[in-house]
């Protein structure tokens, strides 16, 4: 039973577009959002996040947005530059990170950047 | 200052032999992961700490145990290895409430 989906696994986008990423959670009881990005070869680094008391967040080209009644977190990234293209995973979890519910990621989204 | 240091990088172990995949962090975090990366799984938890001395189980914990003596570092062991464990082993580290930092992983092949 997975309880964040990313369902698409992968999207392109031109230099200098939007990319927009989409993560849907399952657990009403998540609190705490987050976003990594992954090189290969590389372990994952954490990018953005937001809590369940905010509907959006932004950092530089990132923002994130929370749709807690849809149970959808979308990722923005604009403008997208070709150093964008990674593997972006979606994390969820219940009072932030407090160790006893650790995070749960969805499977990834592999977003290429064309120059 | 190293922050999530994993060793080794790469091991490839046959089937029922036995190995220790070493984590070590020093940012004086409490809480320290064991993630496994499959392709198209994402990234799966074996076993977790909330402090020295203290482990618990995740969402893939069956063929593994893990131990935590120190603070610094979080060890995950496999007693004896099969096919199925070939992975990308990812370690990771946080205060409560903070994002996870990650190391750079440990590709294990089990033929």
């Known amino acids: 039973d997975q309880q964040v989906k990313q369902n698409s696994p992968s999207l392109s986008v031109q230099e200098g577009r939007i990319s927009i990423l989409n993560c849907d959670y399952t657990n009403s009881m998540f609190d705490y959002f987050l976003w990594y990005k992954k090189y290969p070869a590389e372990g994952p680094t954490f990018l953005i996040s937001?809590?369940?008391?905010?509907d959006k967040n932004e950092d530089g080209r990132f923002t994130v947005f929370l749709n807690k009644s849809a149970k959808h977190l979308s990722l923005h990234i604009v403008p997208s530059q070709p150093g964008d293209s990674a593997v972006y995973f979606c994390a969820a979890s219940r009072f932030r990170n407090s160790g006893n519910t650790p995070l749960v990621f969805g499977k990834g989204t592999r977003l290429s950047v064309i120059a | 200052n190293a922050g999530v240091t994993q060793t080794p990088k790469f091991r490839v172990l046959k089937t029922g032999q036995s190995m220790t995949l070493l984590c070590a962090q020093d940012?004086?975090?409490?809480?320290m992961y064991w993630y496994r990366q499959d392709p198209g799984m994402g990234l799966r938890l074996i076993h977790y700490?909330?402090?020295?001395?203290?482990?618990a189980k995740g969402e893939v914990p069956d063929g593994y145990n893990v131990s935590r003596l120190k603070k610094q570092n979080f060890l995950l062991g496999l007693e004896s290895a099969a096919p199925s464990q070939t992975s990308v082993y990812f370690c990771a580290s946080s205060y409560p409430g903070s994002p996870l930092h990650f190391g750079n992983g440990t590709r294990l092949t089990v033929t």
């Open positions: 940012m004086n975090h409490e809480y």
């Open positions: 700490s909330v402090g020295e001395g203290t482990t």
């Open positions: 937001i809590s369940s008391i905010k």
